[in-house]
């Protein structure tokens, strides 16, 4: 299995302010003959499904604000809120679809300070 | 706009089988355009992805799961199925159905239902 591992569990930040989210794969999500990371970032809110926010590591979905970003590759990922607003509190998961065992990460909770 | 409704009983005594049907609507599973997925989560927890299926019946699921597991698609009905037999509490969790984003296993799920809640209690 792949495992994957996020980082913080929570965190609370300011209003406007900058959030981080790390995700870390036990194995590379690279794909080398087509050169794209298999990760996926989804948004979960209070009593509503997942929402796909990125996918190969940095694409955002239609629809998802531009203050949203995706990076990395490889192990290591990066969800980054650049502004964060009052609508994105929710757990944030990551998601690896490079095995047909499909993994999430453990999710990241993110709160308003 | 494609939508995934999940419909089953809401409660399941121990050790009996839990079944769970998926509608698709504003769309055909018929089309081959997609495969089709379960995920669970148990209260306050995260994410388990269960199985995938696609229109012809190419099938992964998650092997801790794989001797209790059966997902079925019914083309004719515009639905997919879930049948877990053998369940305990370990098996109580909001079931999603979903979609993944194109007819490979391989691309992420982008379109999900609301979600059921399943509780296994005598």
């Known amino acids: 299995d792949i495992v994957m591992t996020q980082s913080p569990d929570s965190l609370a930040v300011s209003l406007g302010e900058r959030a981080t989210i790390n995700c870390k794969s036990s194995q590379s999500l690279l794909y080398t003959s087509n050169n794209k990371n298999y990760l996926a970032w989804y948004q979960q809110r209070p009593g509503q499904p997942p929402k796909l926010l990125f996918y190969?590591?940095?694409t955002r979905e239609s629809g998802v604000p531009d203050r949203f970003s995706g990076s990395g590759a490889g192990t290591h990922f990066t969800l980054t809120i650049s502004s964060l607003q009052a609508e994105d509190v929710a757990i944030y998961y990551c998601q690896q679809y490079y095995s047909t065992l499909l993994t999430f990460g453990g999710g990241t909770k993110v709160e308003i300070k | 706009q494609m939508q995934l409704q999940e419909s089953g009983p809401g409660l399941v005594k121990p050790s009996e089988t839990l079944s769970l049907t998926c509608s698709v609507s504003?769309?055909?599973?018929?089309?081959?355009?997609?495969?089709w997925a379960w995920i669970r989560q148990p209260p306050g927890q995260g994410l388990e992805w269960i199985g995938t299926?696609?229109?012809?019946?190419?099938?992964f699921h998650n092997p801790s799961l794989k001797s209790r597991l059966t997902i079925s698609v019914h083309p004719s009905k515009n639905q997919f199925s879930l049948n877990l037999t053998s369940v305990t509490a370990a098996d109580t969790a909001v079931y999603y159905c979903?979609?993944?984003?194109?007819?490979?296993?391989?691309?992420?799920?982008?379109?999900w239902g609301r979600g059921t809640l399943v509780t296994v209690s005598s």
């Open positions: 190969w590591a940095s």
């Open positions: 299926i696609s229109k012809s019946g190419t099938y």
């Open positions: 979903a979609r993944h984003q194109s007819p490979t296993i391989a691309v992420p799920i982008d379109r």
């Open positions: 504003g769309g055909s599973i018929n089309s081959d355009r997609y495969y």
